[in-house]
């Protein structure tokens, strides 16, 4: 349940973080020797680099704690707060969820909403929010860049960027699956099987995911026991790589998503006027819908992309083609309960269904980089992006609206790297982009024109890095990003006029260490940060009035840090933990917005009753987020090891809308995992028990304030079974 967080918790909370340094600092000199932390590799610049020499803020997330995350059948949303600054949740089920890195996001719940975040899968930009929730399976590792990122990635990173790569077929034979059942029948199988076709020439990889559970919360009204909260999820991918020669190479992949569920459920008047705590009207395993067809939600896509590189005699040359199609739709209780014993005063009923037919989705980007060991090295490019899809709501108690929404970008680009001294490393990139959007009237309840909205912009980012030792860096960037204007239509099912948001800007400086300490036992990485916005985009959910609508605020600012570690204790025990603080406000002072329904507001009201939000923070951006692990093994055997793994995160105080109020927020929500288990040290396998959210909370994610005091809240404890099994 939520956990009212007092200022001395927040306190306590980072006086943790501040102990846990100290505790590196005193400790780590008597450890063995021969534990060492390993090279961690990403791409976060388009190149494979040792995570300690790049000048960005970046997280990356592999192996067991990966692993541990998705063991109960959880979807993306699961990387929320197990990341220093990345927060995530969605009023879509399983689909479209919404992504915040350093409290930038986009609160909207349309499926044409813009984000920020951008979403990239094996180098190809997931950019519509349905898109953004691909099943994660025969994963490598995941990336979270924090901070503008367009100048190597063009859509709408003005937050940041997390970049998944899948594993890739090489020409040795190996294979990895993972099973666990659990709870609720949770069920996973996630695997993957490569191996070489034509010596040399040609390899492949066959990758598949299966979630499924059992539907098992109970609808009170219709005395229907274990009516929702189930789903079948099944995902393919098959990737083909060819190397005739040395300096050619082709990636061909192709894949297929299936969802068949159960949406968001929602819960009526589960707050109390006057108070953020779970009340008497929540049961985790029983809702009172009277609508909304027990939530049902079902949606199916695929796609394809090539990846081709030619080896030139001091450059590589790349090019990355991509296609991605879906279509799908989900239906919603939207008010969580019925007028007849509500639980609570529901004044209306609201069931209303959404969807995307023919998603579309064209993206090419041409590469050229170079490839020599001199001082200089650089990149230049070009990057097209065209998107089309029709959404249709049906609100219920009027005919359906179908509008048509489309985006055409284009971008050129450079960066390029310069070694001026041997500690020295300086790095300059801009970016040119063109982005348009239009909506178009397929069938409305009133008449209105095409709307269209374009930019052109310039982005560009600066960097320094100097290396104060072999195992000490330290960096400093400024950055300059945009989003583009944005057209929200969702308004046109409910009578209202669409609504368009101009281009925000955002102006982002950082400086920052890259550390490995205590013979490379310990991996310390921290960042401080600020940014201002112009004209941030933000959008007006809900209300009394039940909008969605775009807007404007004049200024947006946020102040804060990040803190990255990891302790190799010794052979037997490693230690993680991240600390993140954001403290954002919207600099406004004329902007109003409107309020909730039954809520107890507490900004000032203007004379036509909406409030003032000038000062307040920006929505769904956590103050803080904390996370630990612990991984515990004991040797047995030849070859064996008992093994212990935990994980915890905390995410401090988050506000749910423009607006503030005594109900709509959270603080102090924490979840917790268990893994207990045998493995062969070499990898080979491993057999476990495992919990997620093992104490069982129930943390508020988010609301709904237009009827009543509604609310959604995070996955059930499942308790399960897991075997995983390696060959390489």
Same mark, same amino acid.
């Given at each position: ?9 927040? #306190? $306590? @909370? =980072?006086?943790? *973080?501040? +102990? &846990? ?8 000199? /008597? ?45 993306? #949303? $699961? @990387? =929320?707060?197990? *990341?220093? +600054? &990345? ?8 689909? /479209? ?47 979270? @860049? ?5 100048? &190597? ?576």
């Amino acid at each position: 349940m939520n956990k009212p967080t007092s200022a001395k918790s927040r #306190l $306590t @909370l =980072s006086c943790g *973080v501040a +102990a &846990l340094a100290s505790a590196l600092a005193l400790t780590a000199p /008597a450890l063995a020797q021969e534990a060492t932390v390993g090279e961690v590799v990403v791409t976060a610049q388009k190149r494979s680099e040792n995570l300690q020499d790049v000048p960005l803020s970046v997280a990356s997330v592999s192996g067991e704690r990966l692993q541990s995350l998705f063991a109960a059948g959880d979807d993306i #949303l $699961t @990387l =929320s707060s197990r *990341v220093p +600054a &990345l927060y995530a949740e969605s009023s879509n089920g399983r689909v /479209a969820p919404r992504f915040y890195i350093r409290g930038l996001g986009n609160a909207d719940f349309d499926l044409a909403a813009s984000q920020p975040v951008s979403v990239i899968m094996d180098d190809v930009v997931m950019e519509n929010v349905v898109l953004k929730s691909t099943p994660l399976f025969d994963l490598d590792r995941v990336e979270v @860049l924090r901070g503008p990122q367009g100048t &190597l990635f063009g859509r709408n990173t003005t937050a940041g960027i997390i970049k998944f790569d899948t594993i890739r077929p090489s020409q040795s034979l190996s294979a990895r699956g993972t099973a666990t059942y659990g709870s609720y029948g949770t069920l996973t199988l996630d695997g993957g099987l490569g191996a070489p076709i034509i010596d040399g020439v040609l390899a492949a990889r066959v990758s598949a995911l299966v979630q499924r559970r059992e539907d098992w919360i109970d609808n009170a009204f219709t005395n229907k026991n274990n009516a929702l909260g189930g789903y079948e999820e099944t995902a393919v991918r098959l990737q083909l790589l060819f190397t005739p020669t040395e300096d050619f190479s082709a990636l061909l992949a192709v894949h297929n998503r299936s969802l068949d569920g159960t949406s968001a459920v929602f819960r009526a008047n589960i707050l109390t006027k006057g108070g953020n705590s779970l009340n008497g009207n929540y049961k985790r395993d029983k809702v009172f819908f009277d609508g909304g067809g027990n939530n049902p939600q079902a949606y199916d896509g695929s796609g394809a992309s090539l990846r081709i590189e030619y080896k030139l005699p001091a450059a590589t040359l790349t090019s990355i083609s991509a296609y991605e199609t879906t279509n799908g739709v989900s239906r919603g209780d939207i008010d969580g309960g019925n007028m007849t014993n509500g639980p609570g005063f529901i004044p209306f009923p609201s069931d209303t269904a959404d969807g995307i037919k023919d998603l579309d989705q064209v993206t090419q980007e041409i590469r050229l980089a170079s490839d020599t060991d001199g001082p200089l090295s650089w990149q230049v490019g070009a990057y097209y992006f065209d998107s089309r899809m029709v959404l249709r709501t049906d609100p219920g108690f009027v005919a359906p609206t179908e509008l048509r929404h489309e985006n055409t970008s284009w971008a050129v680009f450079g960066q390029a790297s310069y070694q001026i001294a041997e500690a020295w490393k300086l790095t300059a990139g801009l970016r040119w982009t063109s982005d348009e959007k239009t909506l178009t009237n397929i069938v409305a309840p009133i008449p209105f024109a095409k709307v269209n909205v374009s930019d052109e912009q310039v982005s560009w980012d600066l960097s320094a890095f100097y290396d104060v030792s072999d195992t000490v860096g330290l960096y400093g960037r400024v950055a300059r990003g945009f989003r583009g204007p944005t057209i929200q239509g969702r308004d046109v099912a409910f009578f209202g006029a669409p609504s368009v948001a101009q281009s925000e800007t955002i102006l982002s400086w950082e400086a920052g260490f890259k550390s490995e300490l205590f013979d490379r036992r310990v991996r310390l990485n921290g960042a401080v940060f600020t940014y201002t916005v112009n004209d941030p985009q933000f959008t007006a959910v809900g209300g009394s009035g039940n909008i969605v609508r775009l807007l404007n605020a004049k200024e947006g600012r946020a102040l804060g840090f990040e803190l990255d570690g990891e302790w190799v204790v010794n052979e037997n025990l490693v230690l993680t933990a991240g600390y993140s603080y954001a403290d954002t406000e919207i600099k406004d002072s004329t902007l109003a917005v409107g309020v909730c329904a039954q809520c107890t507001v507490t900004d000032p009201l203007n004379s036509q009753n909406r409030a003032l939000i000038n000062g307040n923070p920006f929505p769904n951006a956590p103050e803080s987020i904390f996370d630990v692990s612990a991984r515990f093994s004991l040797p047995i055997g030849n070859g064996g090891e008992l093994f212990a793994y935990t994980d915890w995160n905390v995410q401090g105080r988050t506000n749910l809308f423009l607006y503030e109020s005594r109900e709509f927020y959270t603080d102090g929500n924490y979840e917790g995992g268990l893994k207990i288990g045998y493995a062969r040290e070499d990898g080979a396998w491993e057999a476990a028990l495992f919990a997620r959210n093992i104490t069982d909370e129930s943390n508020v994610k988010g609301g709904i304030d237009f009827n009543n005091n509604t609310a959604f809240v995070n996955e059930p404890r499942v308790i399960g079974v897991s075997l995983t099994a390696r060959l390489r």
